[in-house]
């Protein structure tokens, strides 16, 4: 198993800004998929933004335009910019790593927005 170790959630007012940290404290395959998951209680996780090895991303439509994924693949992190929060981003975000054979989740950090 390799930690999933995130920081950088806290609170903050609609309109601001907050950068997420997730680094793997594991060696890594080369070939992965990093991304970022948001869950609200009573509803399902979903996706919030990923990025493959091979420099593609995925957006949620509801975060495009607001939210950049990005990752440093020496330091085995991948970060999540989100700027012009509102208050429908609260949510707990976990940092998710997968590949071949492998599928590594975060404990998660909480995001409030408040208005």
């Known amino acids: 198993q390799v930690p999933l170790v995130e920081s950088g959630g806290g609170l903050v007012q609609a309109g601001g800004s907050l950068r997420l940290s997730c680094a793997a404290s594991?060696?890594?395959?080369?070939?992965?998929?990093m991304g970022w998951y948001r869950q609200v209680p009573g509803k399902q996780r979903e996706l919030v933004a990923a990025?493959?090895?091979?420099?593609?991303?995925n957006y949620a439509d509801s975060v495009k335009g607001r939210f950049t994924i990005s990752r440093d693949n020496a330091k085995n992190t991948v970060y999540l910019q989100m700027s012009s929060l509102k208050p429908e981003d609260t949510a707990i975000y976990y940092c998710?790593?997968?590949?071949?054979?492998?599928?590594?989740w975060g404990q998660g950090t909480q995001v409030t927005v408040s208005s």
């Open positions: 998710r790593v997968s590949g071949l054979g492998f599928d590594y």
């Open positions: 594991g060696s890594m395959y080369l070939t992965n998929t």
């Open positions: 990025s493959t090895s091979g420099g593609a991303t």
